[in-house]
């Protein structure tokens, strides 16, 4: 079934099983999206993401349709992360949180690597880095996502992969 013969299941009839199918089709990104954001904190992820299909499935027949339903659960998932930090003030502990990285093995140092040049990033320069480029979101979707104007999100990406680059070099990366 394609997303909005799922969301009209859910929506109408109220059918659970098309919103687990939703869930599973979207858990991985949006945790992925969590997880670049918190710079590895699993659990804090998790739980963003559980408010995330929370929120949506309470608020999924005010899906209009007007662009993708994943473009509509990340403008969510945006939404929930940006009312923690401005509750829990998140981002004034980034550089605390680099070195939590998930209990995966694949690479340690490299993830530490990646996760501490994300915590130079400012916070907007990270969410439009992980968008694009961990994501794979064009611009005019970050536009819809962030409420961002797309000329603003091409400086956040500029700036944001010209500092990851550096210290990414500087860490003996590209050699």
């Not at 662009?67 to 980034?94: C, E, G, K, M, P």
């Not at 320069?125 to 979707?141: A, F, W």
């Not at 961002?148 to 070099?169: D, V």
């Amino acid at each position: 079934m394609s997303d909005i013969s799922l969301v009209t299941q859910v929506a109408i009839f109220g059918n659970k099983k098309a919103f687990d199918q939703l869930v599973r089709k979207y858990q991985s990104p949006v945790r992925r999206f969590f997880l670049n954001q918190t710079l590895g904190d699993v659990q804090l992820s998790d739980d963003l993401a559980q408010d995330t299909f929370i929120k949506a499935y309470t608020n999924i027949a005010k899906f209009r349709g007007l662009s993708s339903f994943q473009t509509w659960l990340f403008r969510i998932a945006y939404n929930v992360f940006y009312d923690y930090t401005r509750t829990h003030h998140a981002t004034d502990d980034v550089d605390d949180m680099a070195y939590k990285t998930a209990g995966e093995r694949v690479d340690t140092n490299l993830k530490v690597d990646v996760y501490s040049a994300l915590s130079l990033l400012k916070k907007d320069e990270r969410l439009c880095i992980t968008l694009q480029l961990i994501d794979g979101y064009p611009i005019e979707d970050i536009s819809k996502i962030t409420g961002m104007p797309a000329g603003t999100i091409k400086s956040h990406l500029h700036r944001g992969k010209e500092k990851m680059a550096n210290y990414l070099k500087q860490n003996g990366y590209g050699r």
